[in-house]
């Protein structure tokens, strides 16, 4: 046939005949079909057809006339002459020829399923689409569930039609693409039933910090129109592509998002939408099952596509899965345009912000997922019509219940956007990412919240979370030179606290992770307190905050559940963003007035007068009341490194007062399959009690090394209270006493082989303490990754003199 041509005789190189997604569908097709991956079969509709519509001289002079008098800054009269672009098209008769054609291949398509007619989509595509530095997403129309010739008929004009939308005419035109040098091919492909199932959006790179080792997954209840639309706030998964590969089970973060809609097939329209149910709400779409699989062949996507590249190529993915089989189906595949595009470029530098505003002259106002990793600030305006869009001024905050890729022209005005709804992989998302504006999305009631006319900051440098603050606050733009850096000996390590932050400070130049708080990840990822967990999972209802806590764990099969995979979600994100350099994880050390405050945590807490050197630490573990809740943490470490196959996370043990204590602790790590030296696992000890001092060489015959804790080793040493203004003169960690123990240790560990590093705040605050530490000979200075930088250079300066 002229006109038409089935997946399997189409190819990337085909592009200029089928567009890119075609071209596209029909390679997968081919090339990867046989590996496992499942494409739905169907046909493009050339660009041969379309340029035929556009061969009449008199419709293509009344398009050249109406494109003449757009300014696309002008959005009133781009969408009028869009409009009318539009309808001339769409009243273009289509020939005989090609309507033959098409009933022939739809007839064939059809017989292949075994059906006289079936259902299918309509989709665009575009020769200047899909392309490897312009994504065009969302910039011309699909069609769900189109069933019978007619209706295909009827739907492909409306697809020709949509090569002039609004937002496509800007599109192109802000980034130089001639109107009448792209041409549109149509695919015609197979339905799949995920009305049934679920379906959604994954990319083999994370979005936000261009972090190559993950795919990121979105998915929702029912069509994907929802989640490439921005209509949903959609679950969200992170998966570790290195040690997936070797066969483990590493999926780095599961996160339940609302989905009150989902889009299912309609009587009398297409597709419609339809209230979710309380339990789809508070469970997940898709299972691990499917998670893994689909990251499977995300990677066999990226890996096909950088090999015809010659270079990386991270790809964006829309995938469904088949309510009737169960199967799991790509419907759609292109390259990634934003962080492909850096790593093309082979950026050197590396830009972070900061908001430099003090925290307690920050008011929050609402907060949702952040789309860049951006600041930006303006008065707001709420659109909540495309007909408002032409009241948009330059530098606005866009605010608006969804952004549709029709605003787009306005979204290039913007300084932020802020949206109710959405995910962070729907098409205004992508197209945010590609303009350069911070976004974020799912926040639930921002125009509800944000009035006209008042002045934010929407921060999206503060990790996954984006944040909206009243009034314009101050921020700082850090440009870090990657190419001009040089290693010291002496090992520079970060202390990591919150995981959502870890893609992103893996990109600080680093040696690995000196110290990775549980408690941190405990109150970050999991809020409620681990006892309180452990009585609901032995079925206790007389629980504080027992309502509030079943909302919390929703999604998952029951509390133990809930806190062993979250832990493993937050270790593992960690342990991932700095993979295989080593990640040490300091197993839980809340003081029991910290304990108190975690949800549910007033029944299980005594009253200390100086939690400080209270119940704490190592002590807590072989207690009969925690002792169960340490064992939930063992098994969290012990899926870490086994099941997910992060074998570079090592075990810290906190606050260990004496010999006993640090042979209980290494006995219950024992216990719950934690063996030192086996598949490689070192555990080591805070060095923060004078003991750990006094009787390093006995203590370092129970640990593989020491990490000093320089803020409570200096407490202790000098028996003054931390926390107290009345004798905070007296805390120095550069006291002589602190500095021989140091120097002790230091000489201790050397002479046994043992590791050494200092995971205390003294090396940022004292040039000295970090020159005597150099000298001394220690392997590591671990430190918070806004003072790596500038510690790197104070050690190789120290290190260049000696």
């Known amino acids: 046939m002229k006109y038409i041509k089935f997946f399997n005789e189409i190819q990337n190189s085909d592009i200029e005949s089928v567009g890119g997604k075609n071209a596209s569908l029909g390679e997968m097709y081919q090339k990867l079909t046989p590996l496992g991956v499942r494409i739905p079969f169907g046909f493009a509709i050339t660009c041969d057809a379309y340029k035929e519509i556009l061969s009449d001289k008199n419709l293509k002079l009344e ?308 789309v860049g990793e951006k600041v930006g600030s303006g008065k707001v305006r709420v659109i909540d019509s495309i007909e408002r869009l032409r009241d948009f001024q330059e530098g606005e905050v866009l605010v608006a219940d969804i952004t549709d890729p029709d605003w787009e022209p306005a979204m290039k005005k913007a300084s932020a956007i802020v949206t109710n709804r959405g995910g962070r992989t729907c098409h205004a998302a992508i197209v945010a990412r590609e303009i350069g504006v911070p976004a974020i999305v799912g926040t639930h009631d921002a125009t509800k919240i944000l009035k006209d006319g008042q002045s934010v900051t929407v921060s999206c440098c503060e990790g996954e979370a984006g944040i909206v603050y009243a009034d314009e606050l101050d921020f700082s733009i850090e440009s870090i030179d990657l190419k001009s850096l040089k290693h010291p000996n002496t090992k520079i390590y970060l202390n990591i606290g919150n995981p959502q932050h870890a893609f992103s400070f893996s990109f600080v130049p680093n040696d690995g992770v000196g110290l990775a708080r549980m408690e941190f990840i405990i109150n970050n990822y999991i809020k409620v307190h681990p006892l309180a967990l452990l009585d609901i999972y032995r079925g206790k209802k007389d629980v504080q905050d027992y309502e509030k806590i079943k909302e919390i764990i929703s999604g998952y099969s029951d509390a133990k559940d809930f806190f062993v995979k979250k832990l493993t979600e937050g270790i593992g994100m960690i342990g991932a963003a700095f993979y295989p350099k080593p990640v040490i994880v300091r197993t839980s050390d809340f003081k029991s007035n910290e304990y108190k405050r975690l949800i549910g945590g007033g029944a299980y807490e005594p009253d200390e007068e100086n939690p400080m050197i209270g119940y704490r630490g190592a002590h807590r573990y072989f207690t009969d009341s925690f002792r169960p809740a340490f064992d939930w943490e063992c098994e969290a470490l012990k899926y870490v490194r086994e099941e997910m196959g992060l074998d570079n996370v090592k075990i810290m043990i906190p606050f260990v007062r004496t010999l006993k204590e640090g042979k209980n602790v290494i006995e219950i790590l024992r216990e719950n399959g934690l063996t030192q030296g086996e598949n490689s696992l070192e555990v080591y000890a805070m060095c923060e009690v004078p003991s750990n001092v006094i009787l390093a060489e006995q203590f370092l015959e129970i640990f593989d090394g020491y990490s000093i804790g320089s803020n409570d080793l200096t407490q202790l040493t000098l028996g003054v209270d931390r926390d107290s203004d009345l004798v905070a003169e007296v805390f120095d960690e550069r006291d002589e006493a602190v500095m021989l123990s140091i120097k002790k240790v230091i000489e201790v560990c050397k002479a046994k082989g043992k590791y050494i590093g200092i995971c205390g705040q003294a090396p940022s605050d004292y040039p000295e303490m970090t020159e005597f530490l150099v000298e001394e000979g220690i392997d590591s200075i671990s430190l918070n990754p806004d003072s790596a930088l500038k510690m790197r250079e104070v050690v190789l300066e120290i290190e260049n003199k000696s």
């Not at 075994?114 to 575009?126: H, L, N």
């Not at 065009?136 to 129309?141: E, H, I, N, S, V």
């Not at 069509?223 to 999926?251: A, C, Q, S, W």
């Open 63 to 370: 398009i050249e006339k109406y494109l003449s008098e757009i300014d696309i800054d002008d959005i009133g009269v781009l969408q009028d002459r869009a409009k009318k672009i539009q309808a001339l098209i769409f009243a273009t008769p289509i020939s005989k020829e090609i309507k033959d054609e098409v009933r022939e291949a739809y007839k064939q398509l059809s017989g292949k399923c075994g059906k006289d007619a079936i259902d299918v989509a309509v989709r665009s595509s575009a020769t200047a689409e899909d392309l490897p530095d312009a994504s065009f997403a969302g910039q011309q129309d699909t069609f769900l569930n189109i069933h019978g010739f007619e209706s295909l008929l009827h739907h492909i004009k409306l697809c020709y039609a949509s090569l002039f939308t609004a937002r496509a005419i800007s599109y192109r035109q802000s980034r130089g693409f001639d109107h009448f040098q792209v041409h549109l091919s149509i695919g015609v492909q197979k339905m799949v039933r995920s009305d049934l199932a679920s379906a959604g959006v994954m990319f083999s790179i994370d979005t936000e910090s261009g972090f190559e080792n993950v795919v990121f997954i979105t998915a929702a209840w029912g069509l994907g129109e929802n989640v490439v639309g921005g209509k949903v706030n959609p679950d969200e998964f992170y998966v570790f592509k290195p040690t997936l590969k070797e066969g483990k089970k590493p999926i780095l973060r599961r996160f339940l998002g609302s989905k009150l809609i989902k889009s299912i097939y309609g009587n009398e329209q297409n597709i419609r939408n339809i209230p979710t149910t309380k339990h789809e709400q508070n469970s997940f779409s898709i299972n691990d099952e499917d998670i893994l699989v689909l990251a499977k062949q995300a990677i066999m996507i990226e890996e096909h596509y950088s090999k015809e590249a010659g270079h990386y190529q991270p790809m964006d993915i829309e995938w469904a899965k088949d309510g009737e089989s169960g199967m799991l189906f790509i419907v759609q595949a292109r390259p990634e345009t934003v962080q492909s595009q850096k790593i093309k470029a082979n950026v050197s530098k590396i830009e972070r912000y900061f908001i430099t505003t003090p925290k307690e002259k920050r008011e929050m106002l609402i907060h949702g997922k952040a």
